[in-house]
C-alpha cells in the first residue's frame, strides 16, 4: 500500500511537471514568429526581429501588457512554405502561442494564414509584401503590418506619372515579387499617363549575380526610363552594375526600397547615385523626436541603423501591446475587434491598420539616392512624402478582389 | 571598324564580349570543380560554399587595407589562399579518409559541408549584404570600338583569362604533380604501388581546385552584392558546364563555360524576356547529342 501511495505522489508530481509550463504561460503572452534565418533573406528577417525585440523590450521594461510580459518564439522557416506551415502548427499546438508573425516568404506567409484562420489565431505579417495577403487571401485573423506591392507600385506611379518620361523598358526577378511590383507600377502608371509606352522586359533568374549581359541589351534598346523590379541582395548587385556599365547615366531607374540603408548601407560612399526609390522608413527622415528617438535605441541595442524592415517589426510589437491592452483581456476576438482602426505611434510617424482590410497605412517617400555630408553612404534626397491615404487602393477595390 | 558592323551590330559584339567576362569567371570555378571530379571522383557541392567564403574574405581583406586599389590587389592574392587554406584543412581531417566511398556518399557529405559553410559564413559575416568597390582604374567603362561599350571590369576578366587558362595548362601538362595526378586519376593503384604517396597529391589536386573556387569569388566580388545564397546559384551552373563540357576535363570546362556564358547573353540580345532559358536549352541541346559532354570525359 505504502508503495501504491508513494509511487501515485511520484505520478502526481510528474503529472505537475508536465503541465506547469501551461500554468507558467496564463502570465505571459505568447508571441510565435515564424521566418527565415538562414540564406540570403535572413538579413530582413533579422532586422525585422531586431525591431520586434526593442518594441518588446520597451513594453516589457514597462510591466508588460494587462500586468503581463510578452514572450516570443522564433522559428527558422528556412524559406520553406512546408517548413514554415509545420512550425507554425507546432508553435500553436505545443507552444500555445496567442499571436503568429512572420514571414519573408510570400508562399508560407499565405500557408500560415490559412492557418491562422483554421485555428483562429491572430497572424501579423511583417515582411511579405504579398499583396494577396489582404487582398484576395485576406481574412479576419490576418493583418499586413508592411507595404505590399500594390501599394509600392501605386505610391511609385504616382511620382513617375509627374516625370516627363515616355518610353519605359521593366526588368526585374524573375518571381512573383518582381512581376507583381512591375505590373502594380505599370498598370497605376498606364492609367495616370495613358501615353507611356512598354519598349519591352528582361527577366533575370533569382539570385542573379551578373547583370552586365542584361544592362547591355537594355542600354541598346534606348528606353527613356527603367523600372527595376529586383529584391533582396539582387538589389545591392543591380545598382552596382547599374553604376558601372554606366547605365544610370544614360537612363534613369526606379527600383521600390532601393534608397533603404539596408541597400545603401553596403555599398558606401561609392554607391549609384540618381537612382529613384519609394520606401516606407528612412532612419534619417523625417527627423521628427519619435525617429531620433528610436534609431538612438537601436543603434545602441545593436550597433548599427535600422532598415525599413525594423519598423515592421516594431510596428508589430506595439499593435499587439496595444491592442491586448484596449481589449482589456488575452481573447482573440477581442483583440481583433482592437485592432480594427487602431493608430499607433511609430518612428514613422501615427499609423493607421485600416479595418475593412486590415493592412497597415504607410507614409511612402519618393526620393534619389545621393551623396550625404553626414553618412559614409548614400542617402535619399529630394524627398516627396505620399501620404497612405493618397495611394492605398480603396477599401472597394481590395475587398473586390476577395469576392473572386 | 566600321566594315565590320555590316556583318555584325555593335550591340551583338557588346553581348559577346560581354559573354566572354561571364565565361571567364564561370570557368575558373568550374575548371576547380572538374579538376576535383576528374581526379579525385568527387562530386564537390562545397565548392560553391568556398566561392561564397572567397567572396566574403575579399570583403574583409579589401578592407583591412582600407580598400582602394591596394585593398583589391591584396584581396585578390590572399582571399584564394585562405579558401585554399580551409580546403585544406577540411580534407586533411575528412575527405581524406572517405575518397573510396561511393559517389552518393561523398555527394550527400559535399552537400553537408556547403549547408554548414552556409551556417559558419552567416556567423562570422552575419546577414547583412557586403559590396566591395572595384579599384578606380577599373571603374566605370569604356569604348572599345565604336558603338561597342564595355565595362572596365568585364574587359578586366576577359585579360586575366589566358593568366588562368595558361598557368592551368601548366600546371596540368608540365609540372610533376600534374602528370601524377592525370596518372592517378587514370589507375590510383598503380600510382600508390610505385611508391608514390597518392594521399598527398589528392590533397595538392584538391587544394588547387578549391583554390580556384576562391579565385572566382575574389575575382566576382567586386560586381555583385556578397551574401548568404550566393553558393547555389553559382554550383549549379558550374555543375552543369563540367557536365556538358565532359566530367573531369578541364578544357571541356572551358569549352562548357562559353556555351553557357555566350548562349546566355545572346540569348539575352534576341529575347530579353526569357533570357533566362538559353544557357539551359543549350545544355539540354547538348546533351541530346553528346550525352557524355562534348570532350572526352575521364570518367
Given amino acids: 500500500m505504502k508503495r501504491i501511495i508513494y509511487l501515485s505522489i511520484l505520478m502526481a508530481g510528474f503529472l505537475g511537471l508536465c503541465f506547469s509550463p501551461a500554468s507558467y504561460a496564463a502570465g505571459t503572452i505568447k508571441v510565435g514568429i515564424v521566418d527565415t534565418y538562414s540564406g540570403p533573406p535572413a538579413n530582413l528577417s533579422k532586422d525585422v526581429l531586431d525591431g520586434f525585440k526593442l518594441a518588446v523590450e520597451e513594453i516589457n521594461a514597462k510591466g508588460g501588457v494587462l500586468g503581463k510580459k510578452i514572450e516570443f518564439f522564433t522559428r527558422d522557416s528556412k524559406f520553406n512554405p512546408a517548413i514554415g506551415l509545420a512550425m507554425a502548427k507546432e508553435l500553436v499546438l505545443k507552444e500555445g502561442v496567442d499571436v503568429l508573425m512572420g514571414t519573408i516568404n510570400s508562399a508560407t506567409a499565405l500557408a500560415v494564414s490559412e492557418l491562422a484562420k483554421k485555428e483562429k489565431i491572430p497572424f501579423l505579417v511583417t515582411n511579405s509584401r504579398s499583396e494577396k495577403i489582404t487582398g484576395e487571401k485576406g481574412h479576419r485573423y490576418v493583418f499586413s503590418v508592411a507595404e505590399n506591392t500594390a501599394m509600392a507600385g501605386r505610391a511609385a506611379a504616382i511620382a513617375l506619372s509627374k516625370m516627363p518620361y515616355v518610353k519605359y523598358w521593366i526588368a526585374g526577378d524573375d518571381y512573383e515579387y518582381g512581376h507583381a511590383i512591375a505590373e502594380s507600377v505599370w498598370k497605376e502608371l498606364k492609367a495616370r499617363k495613358p501615353d507611356v509606352q512598354l519598349l519591352g522586359q528582361t527577366w533575370w533568374k533569382v539570385g542573379e549575380s551578373d547583370f552586365t549581359p542584361y544592362i547591355s541589351q537594355i542600354i541598346s534598346a534606348k528606353p527613356d526610363f527603367l523600372i527595376a523590379a529586383t529584391g533582396g541582395a539582387s538589389m545591392v548587385s543591380f545598382a552596382k552594375a547599374a553604376k558601372a556599365t554606366g547605365l544610370l547615366a544614360k537612363i534613369p531607374i526606379y527600383q521600390h526600397t532601393v534608397v533603404d540603408y539596408g541597400i545603401m548601407g553596403p555599398l558606401g560612399p561609392e554607391g549609384p547615385v540618381g537612382i529613384y526609390g519609394t520606401v516606407p522608413y528612412l532612419f534619417y527622415y523625417p527627423e521628427s523626436p519619435s525617429n531620433k528617438a528610436y534609431v538612438e535605441k537601436f543603434r545602441k541595442a545593436y550597433d548599427r541603423y535600422p532598415q525599413m524592415f525594423a519598423l515592421f517589426g516594431y510596428a508589430a510589437g506595439k499593435l499587439i501591446a496595444q491592442g491586448f491592452k484596449k481589449a482589456g483581456s488575452v481573447n482573440t476576438e477581442k483583440f481583433i475587434n482592437a485592432l480594427e482602426g487602431m493608430v499607433i505611434d511609430s518612428p514613422a510617424g501615427k499609423l493607421e491598420m485600416r479595418a475593412c482590410d486590415h493592412q497597415l497605412g504607410l507614409p511612402m517617400m519618393f526620393g534619389k539616392t545621393m551623396k550625404s555630408p553626414k553618412y559614409n553612404f548614400l542617402v535619399a534626397g529630394d524627398i516627396v512624402t505620399i501620404p497612405y491615404k493618397d495611394y492605398m487602393p480603396t477599401c472597394e477595390e481590395v475587398l473586390k478582389t476577395r469576392k473572386k | ?299
Avoid at chain 2, 133 to 154: H, I, M, Q
Avoid at chain 2, 182 to 189: N, T
Fill in chain 2, 1 to 299: 571598324m566600321d566594315f565590320i558592323y555590316t556583318i555584325i551590330s555593335p550591340s551583338l559584339l557588346t553581348q559577346i564580349f560581354v559573354g566572354l567576362g561571364r565565361t571567364v569567371v564561370l570557368f575558373i570555378v568550374a575548371s576547380g570543380l572538374s579538376l576535383i571530379l576528374g581526379v579525385l571522383r568527387i562530386p564537390n557541392i562545397w565548392h560553391g560554399s568556398l566561392y561564397m567564403v572567397g567572396a566574403f574574405v575579399t570583403f574583409t581583406v579589401a578592407n583591412a587595407f582600407g580598400g582602394g586599389t591596394t585593398g583589391f590587389w591584396m584581396a585578390i592574392l590572399i582571399a584564394p589562399l585562405v579558401v585554399a587554406l580551409v580546403s585544406l584543412v577540411v580534407e586533411r581531417s575528412f575527405f581524406q579518409h572517405l575518397y573510396e566511398r561511393e559517389h552518393l556518399m561523398l555527394l550527400l557529405l559535399t552537400f553537408a559541408f556547403s549547408l554548414v559553410f552556409g551556417d559558419l559564413v552567416k556567423m562570422v559575416w552575419g546577414t547583412g549584404y557586403k559590396s566591395v568597390s572595384a579599384p578606380r582604374f577599373l571603374e566605370g567603362s569604356v569604348d572599345l570600338f565604336k558603338g561597342v561599350t564595355l565595362t572596365r571590369y568585364n574587359l578586366f576578366l576577359v585579360l586575366i583569362f589566358p593568366i588562368v587558362a595558361v598557368a592551368l595548362w601548366f600546371l596540368v601538362n608540365k609540372t610533376k604533380i600534374g602528370k601524377i595526378s592525370k596518372a592517378a586519376a587514370v589507375d590510383r593503384e598503380m600510382v600508390s604501388a610505385v611508391g608514390i604517396n597518392v594521399s598527398w597529391v589528392f590533397a595538392t589536386v584538391f587544394v588547387i581546385g578549391c583554390f580556384l573556387a576562391g579565385l572566382g569569388g575574389a575575382l566576382v566580388a567586386p560586381t555583385v552584392s556578397i551574401s548568404l545564397g550566393m553558393d547555389h546559384t553559382l554550383i549549379m551552373e558550374a555543375f552543369l558546364i563540367v557536365i556538358i563540357g565532359g566530367l573531369g576535363n578541364m578544357w571541356g570546362a572551358l569549352l562548357g563555360a562559353l556555351i553557357f556564358g555566350m548562349a546566355q547573353s545572346i540569348g539575352i540580345l534576341a529575347w530579353p524576356q526569357f533570357g533566362i532559358v538559353f544557357p539551359y536549352a543549350a545544355v539540354i541541346v547538348v546533351l541530346l547529342f553528346r550525352p557524355t559532354g562534348l570532350l572526352k570525359s575521364t570518367w
